[in-house]
């Protein structure tokens, strides 16, 4: 799966959970840009993204992530696997 492919899924996803058509998604995307993104939010948007992507955050991977540049990198990864 390539990078694009893996924004296109993964702004469908924020999209869905945040219940917003307009949120455009960049690698320096971060909770402050997206209105709606707390604490009870992203654990509903990991829990979504590893439904999609069919895989399982590492605790240490969820609260390490800085933006969703990084959300991606670990995607890309794990499709690696």
């Not at 869905?16 to 402050?32: G, K, M, R």
């Not at 829990?47 to 969820?62: A, I």
Request: charged share 35%; no cysteine.
């Amino acid at each position: 799966m390539s990078r694009e492919e893996v924004f296109a899924r993964l702004t469908d996803v924020f999209r869905d959970v945040f219940d917003d058509d307009s949120i455009v998604l960049s690698d320096d995307t971060t909770a402050a840009d997206v209105e709606g993104w707390d604490s009870v939010e992203h654990f509903n948007l990991i829990s979504e993204v590893e439904s999609v992507f069919k895989l399982r955050f590492q605790m240490r991977e969820v609260s390490g992530m800085k933006n969703v540049g990084e959300l991606v990198n670990i995607i890309l990864e794990r499709g690696k696997m």
